[in-house]
DNA sequence: CTCTTGCGTAAGTTATAGCTTACTCTCGTG
DNA sequence: CACGAGAGTAAGCTATAACTTACGCAAGAG
């Protein structure tokens, strides 16, 4: 959980994650859309991303191809839900 | 809201927030809940919240009193809100 | 004025992040 | 089997993060 937050924390990224969240896509078109880096930086922050299981990857020849696992967004968000819930009971039990 | 994402994907930091979230408390008081660090690396950690402006400091003689900005926390909280919102939007988009 | 308390800040260290270039691996194809 | 395309990986560089210890500074107490 703590790693998917560091990975978020970066905006190419979060970026990456935009790009794949409702469509499969193999490395190279991912690579293709940050002209600033090369395409080995995107390469490991794939890599960074599988690692947080923030994306699943799955081979079709010699392509991998990549997209957001559903699931553990879905974990990510509600660890976030839950931190910001917590501080709002915080703030309800001192208003008191 | 870049830097305050990097800030909370410190857990001493969340830690940090959740404590001051509906109370000020002063640097002492903080520091005191890490018994793994120093103190001084503790005021760093403030120091990082602070450029995020995801705290607020006030002076009360020699002691300065930290205390969650309920403004930035909201503004970050609507910033992630929202990426996720794209992202099942795109999700929709696609199904269809 | 001086001393103590509360805290920031400077300097230096070590670990880690993000990047580049160069190399390697693995498929599919002729 | 050779080779070209798609991608990870190794090595090395630079910047930044997270610490530590040591020092400096402001404010109230005596």
Redesign the interface.
């Given at each position: 959980m703590?790693s998917a937050?560091?990975a978020?924390?970066e905006?190419r990224r979060?970026e990456i994650?935009?790009l794949v969240?409702?469509?499969e896509l193999p490395a190279a078109d991912i690579a293709a859309h940050f002209t600033e880096v090369t395409r080995s930086a995107i390469s490991q922050h794939l890599g960074v991303l599988r690692e947080a299981q923030l994306v699943t990857e799955r081979r079709d020849g010699t392509r991998r191809l990549y997209q957001?696992d559903?699931n553990e967004?879905a974990r990510l968000?509600q660890f976030?839900d839950q931190?910001?819930t917590?501080?709002l009971h915080?703030?309800r039990?001192?208003a008191e």
């Open positions: 703590d937050l560091k978020l924390a905006p979060r994650l935009r969240w409702s469509k957001a559903q967004m968000r976030l931190y910001w917590d501080g915080r703030l039990d001192v």
